[in-house]
């Protein structure tokens, strides 16, 4: 392994499989997807987008279900492996102090990271409009929610794993009150988790390319000796709709807003029948990873055709040499 990974352990027990003979692909796919069905609970139309870490030895996440209703709503998850999951059939009921942010009407595309001393959750969170929800919890027994980041209208919030230059950081993607035509990615900045500020653009779609309709945050970012390694997701406008794949960029450590490098090749986009055929088709939409720092592993957890959730898998030397072979 070439790259140094830094801010977290070794992680053996990651879920992973090797390459398959005779391929090339930077991102290869798990053999057994979905990893979540849609049809897992009883009353679940869809399962997707979800969000998932290390937790005890073992593992636990945040998961997007949405139910025959076609509610939207997050549910806790745990698992042996990373691979078979129970999934908590009680939604979240987050600990508020203020009803006018607690009384929220749905979430969804929930992210986890573990900074300093808990795990935070953040997510899609629906006030006057969708907005960023934010909220922690030590043993995902208990959630504690906070204010909301911003003002509506915004989606994909996504923390980095520690502060920097002694502030909390999270990337976002400003949006309207439907489904966004548009969509750029912005660094923001908090002295504790409650008031938002420093906003800098990081960077927007691609004209001529897979992303060139607009673009979100995907996983955690990844603090490596190169650069924040970056996952997110880009759509471009096809003549059927959206089609939604994944990309990787390089920011700078202490000035996230700078990109160092972004490759110019998506790194997965649908090409099954799980990600081409579901209830919104050709969507690969990446929320979470786990990495072992002692390898290099990466398992990369995505929503496909917004329906079920799967799990595909590369290294972060791989990424990153991308990155460095084949950038804008």
Known sequence: MKTKINGIPPLPNIPWQDRPAGSSEIVWRYSNNPVVPRDILPFSNSVFNSAVVPYNGEFAGVFRVDNTIRQMRLHRAF????????????????????????????????RVVWIEDRYWVSWCNYYHGPTI????????KV??????????????????PRRINGHYAMISRPSDSGHTPFGDIFYSESPDMHYWGNHRWVMGPKGDSWQYTKIG??????????????????VLQSCSGYVYS?????????????????AKP????????????????????????????ATGRLAIYYGAADTVVALAFTTVDDLIDLIKSNSW
Do not use: M
């Open 143 to 160: 959630f504690h929610q906070h204010e909301n980041a911003f003002l509506p209208f915004n989606r994909n919030g996504v923390l980095f």
């Open 266 to 293: 998506y790194i997965l986009n649908p090409r099954t029948l799980y990600e081409c055929v579901g209830d919104v088709p050709n969507v690969v939409f990446p929320c979470a990873t786990l990495c072992d720092s």
């Open 246 to 262: 994944a990309g990787v960029a390089l920011l700078d450590l202490e000035k996230p807003w700078k990109v160092i490098g972004r």
């Open 133 to 140: 929800g934010l909220a922690w919890t030590l043993d995902f």
């Open 79 to 110: 698992s042996r492996d990373a691979l078979k999951w129970t999934i908590d059939p009680q939604p979240l009921q987050f600990e508020c102090d203020d009803p006018e942010v607690g009384n929220f009407v749905y979430g969804y595309d929930p």
């Open 217 to 234: 945050g995907g996983p955690v970012p990844l603090e490596t000796s190169e650069g924040w390694l970056l996952i997110y997701h880009g």
